[in-house]
Structures are given as C-alpha cells and as structure tokens.
C-alpha cells in the first residue's frame, strides 16, 4: 500500500519559537491559514522553530512564506529520531537558502536516511537573515510528507 502525502502540522503538532517580538505575531500564526497574521522573532541570530510529532514522520517538502526584508536567508534542518545512536539528539538533516521575497517558496527534502524510522521532531534554524537587526518573520509554514 502507497502512503499519501499529506499536511505534518496538526492541532498535535507542538510548536516551539526561539523568541517573538510580542503577542500579536506569536508561533500561532505560523500555521493558521491567514495570509495578514505572522510570526515575527525578536532580533539577534540564530532563531528557530521546532515541530515536534505526535508520531514518525517522513517530510518530503517544506514551504515557508517570509516578509522580504526579513528572511532566513540560511537555514539549517535538524532532525529528532527515535533510533540509536542518535536517539535524542538533534542531528544535522539538510541546509536551505530561501531568497529574499515576499512569495512562498517550497523546498523539496532528500528523507532517504529516515524514510524507515522517520522523524519525530524538526527545527529550522535561522543561521543568517536580510533584516540587519537578525529579525525573522515568516507568514505561513507548510511542511507535507508521510506519516508512519
């Protein structure tokens, strides 16, 4: 039986933030579907946001829609696994470059190394952002897949 790719971010999903600038761009809006709400981080770099899933999943695609002016121009994936040795421990998974606009752009993932056992957590790490000051604010996150 083929699996269907579907939505990885549920109302099980948890979402963590590094930071946010306050109450009215808060994680929440990262997910919620309305193109006028975001989530904007406090500045300084690294930010992050981590996903973690009620169950093993395997990702395929991530999208994200930014505020030009105030992208993740460099952003590092970590994985959370269930298996040994690395159970536990968040562990290097990819590297994406989004550009500096205001569209959504998505980003195909090679999940070949954990398509057997899946993941159970992923974080997004800005490591470097367009907006000097280091802020991030990202509209809309997607990420689709398989879940085990």
Same mark, same amino acid.
């Given at each position: 039986?083929? &699996? ?5 971010? *549920? ?18 809006? !990262?997910?919620?579907? *309305? ?34 002016? @105030?992208?993740?121009?460099?952003? #590092?994936? &970590? ?9 536990? &421990? ?8 989004? &550009? *500096?606009?205001? #569209? ?14 899946? !993941? ?5 790490? @800005? ?7 280091? #802020?991030?604010?990202?509209? *809309? ?8």
């Amino acid at each position: 039986m083929t &699996e269907v790719e579907r939505s990885l971010i *549920d109302a099980e999903t948890k979402i963590k933030v590094s930071t946010t600038l306050d109450k009215s761009v808060g994680k929440k809006h !990262l997910t919620d579907g *309305d193109p006028g709400t975001c989530w904007t981080s406090q500045q300084g770099i690294p930010q992050y946001i981590q996903l973690q899933f009620p169950a093993p999943v395997v990702p395929s695609h991530l999208s994200m829609t930014f505020q030009g002016g @105030f992208v993740g121009t460099k952003c #590092r994936l &970590e994985v959370l696994t269930q298996r040994a040795p690395h159970k536990g &421990e968040w562990q290097l998974f990819a590297h994406v470059f989004p &550009e *500096d606009v205001n #569209r959504k752009q998505t980003f195909g993932l090679d999940s070949s190394e954990v398509e057997s056992t899946g !993941l159970v957590g992923l974080k997004l790490v @800005f490591e470097e952002s367009s907006d000097f000051f280091g #802020r991030i604010t990202v509209y *809309d996150l997607q990420l689709s897949g398989i879940v085990l």
